[in-house]
């Protein structure tokens, strides 16, 4: 009997001391999925609102208007979850939006969407 009390408390003191089961959360890869836009990119014939939404929740959208690459220190807007870009704000005729996701140190790919209005 004191041999199997010896060898639960063994398997309990190592399945909970054990790195691999106390920090599995922290050893899954971060991912931060792409933005979305809708409507998607494509010619258009009237005024057009566009939705940047994050798929990742709790991620940041980083975006710029003019082509230019999107980062933290790069962007004509930022917002948590969902942006949504007037169509007053669209002053050009055409018009390529990127857009990047971030959650804490890890980003998403960048995401390019070019409109013809």
Known sequence: MKKFVVLLTFIFFMLFSC???INLEKRQPKVVDK???YPPSGTYYTS???TISAVTADSYIF???NG?????TNFYDVG???IILKSKEINTKNI?????????SFSSEIVECVYKL
């Open 19 to 21: 790195d691999l089961f």
């Open 35 to 37: 933005p979305t836009f």
């Open 48 to 50: 057009i609102d566009i």
């Open 63 to 65: 975006f710029t208007i």
């Open 68 to 72: 230019t690459t999107p980062s933290k």
């Open 80 to 82: 948590l979850n969902k």
């Open 96 to 104: 390529t939006i990127k857009a990047i996701a971030y959650k804490e």
